[in-house]
Nanobody, 123 residues
Framework: VQLQASGGGLVQAGGSLRLSCAAS????????MGWFRQGPGKEREFVAA????????DYADSVKGRFIISRDNAKNTLYLQMSTLEPEDTAVYYC?????????????????WGQGTQVTVSS
């Protein structure tokens, strides 16, 4: 599967953005999907993940209650709705895919990665 992330930009603290990740292929619904981010000088970290059908989701504590991950399997697209953004959310955001429908918090679990989209939150 090939992944293309989009939707990043510059936003003021407290604002919102929605990221999208378009996937190629006809088996999107059989990929477990995740969002990760990498801030300046930091390691890539888990943000959120969603299972095959979209019924199971998982969030990092730092974004729980502010971000929502979702997917539309008919459109081969993954989303990340980000609200109440903080300067600490500034990072390049990556979408990722893997076959197994469990886990999902580790970078090493994912075989497929998008190119990343920059999110910058100003204070």
């Amino acid at each position: 599967v090939q992944l293309q992330a989009s939707g990043g930009g510059l936003v003021q603290a407290g604002g919102s953005l929605r990221l999208s990740c378009a996937a190629s292929g006809r088996t999107f619904g059989r990929y477990f999907m995740g969002w990760f981010r990498q801030g300046p000088g930091k390691e890539r970290e888990f943000v959120a993940a969603v299972g095959w059908s979209g019924g199971r989701t998982d969030y990092a504590d730092s974004v729980k209650g502010r971000f929502i991950i979702s997917r539309d399997n008919a459109k081969n697209t993954l989303y990340l709705q980000m609200s109440t953004l903080e300067p600490e959310d500034t990072a390049v955001y990556y979408c990722a895919a893997k076959r197994d429908n469990y886990g999902g918090r580790s970078v090493n679990e994912y075989a497929y990665w998008g190119q990343g989209t920059q999110v910058t939150v100003s204070s």
